[in-house]
């Protein structure tokens, strides 16, 4: 049983993995475009640019996930 719960589990892990991997190939332009958009505004502040990049927006983006 728990040997089916892990693989089931692996699978969908691996599975999500490759699909946002491929994405990230196929959207790699779009992708830096808004990156660099949204950074735009900390351009001239470092630190809050890095708090931007380590703690805000992956607040945001788990929580959208989570959601």
């Known amino acids: 049983m728990f040997i089916n719960q ?3 589990w692996w699978l969908i892990v691996f599975i999500s993995k490759v ?4 994405l990230q190939l196929i959207l790699n332009k779009a ?3 808004i990156g660099s958009a949204v950074l735009t505004p900390f351009k001239e502040e470092p ?3 890095l708090v931007m990049v ?3 927006f992956p607040v945001i ?3 959208v ?3």
């Open 6 to 8: 892990l693989l089931t």
């Open 54 to 56: 380590m703690v805000i």
């Open 47 to 49: 630190k809050l640019k």
């Open 31 to 33: 992708l830096e475009s």
């Open 19 to 22: 699909t946002l991997a491929a």
């Open 65 to 67: 996930q989570f959601w």
């Open 61 to 63: 983006l788990n929580s």
